[in-house]
Every structure is written in structure tokens, then in C-alpha cells.
């Protein structure tokens, strides 16, 4: 049990690295992500104080809502890249759009 709770440590702290690394995000983002390692990080160290924080959310198992909110997170985050990507998406058109318009002129 010690072995995996030093691997997920070990592997958490590697995103966590590569997170904070990124000057892509807002202060207000690594705040969270870091609050949301230390949850994990809590969470592996002592799993039977899962089951506790499970029920006061009324969850009967620590494992559920650990899922649950793996769930959540991962449902929000294709939400925000399927955005990105969409966003990406309509301004390459109106890039594209003014290229050909620029081109259409220039052959007249």
C-alpha cells in the first residue's frame, strides 16, 4: 500500500511540476490547481478520511467520491478545450475568409 501511495505522490507532483511550470495560466488558476493537489495529495495519504469527507457530501464511499469528482473535472475540462478548439476554429475562417478576399482582388 505504501509503494502506491509513493507512486501516485511522485506521479501527482509531476503534473503538478508541469502545471506550474506553464506560464499559460492566471494566479487564480494555479491557486486552484494547487489547492486541488493538496485535496488529492490528502486524499492518498489518508483514504480512510475519504470515506468522512464522502459523507458529509453524502457519498457513501470515499472511492465514489473521488470518481465523482474525477468525473466532474474531466467533464468540465472537454468543455473548455471543445470551446478553445471552437473558438480556434471560427478565427482561422475569418482568417481564411480575408486571405481568399485579399487574393480575389489582387487577380481582378
Known amino acids: 500500500m505504501i509503494f502506491i501511495k509513493i507512486l501516485l505522490l511522485i506521479m501527482l507532483t509531476i503534473a503538478l511540476g508541469l502545471l506550474a511550470l506553464s506560464n499559460r495560466f492566471k494566479i487564480y488558476q494555479h491557486l ?8 488529492l495529495a490528502y486524499l492518498i495519504l489518508f ?5 468522512k469527507v464522502a459523507h458529509i457530501f453524502g457519498i457513501g464511499r470515499g472511492v465514489d467520491l473521488v470518481i465523482y469528482l474525477s468525473i466532474a473535472t ?5 468543455a473548455i478545450l471543445y470551446a478553445k478548439v471552437k473558438g480556434s476554429e471560427r478565427a482561422m475562417t475569418k482568417i481564411v475568409r480575408k486571405i481568399a478576399i485579399m487574393e480575389a482582388k489582387r487577380c481582378r
Open 32 to 39: 486552484t490547481i494547487i489547492l486541488f493537489y493538496f485535496f
Open 47 to 51: 483514504p480512510e478520511r475519504a470515506d
Open 74 to 78: 474531466l467533464t468540465l475540462i472537454v
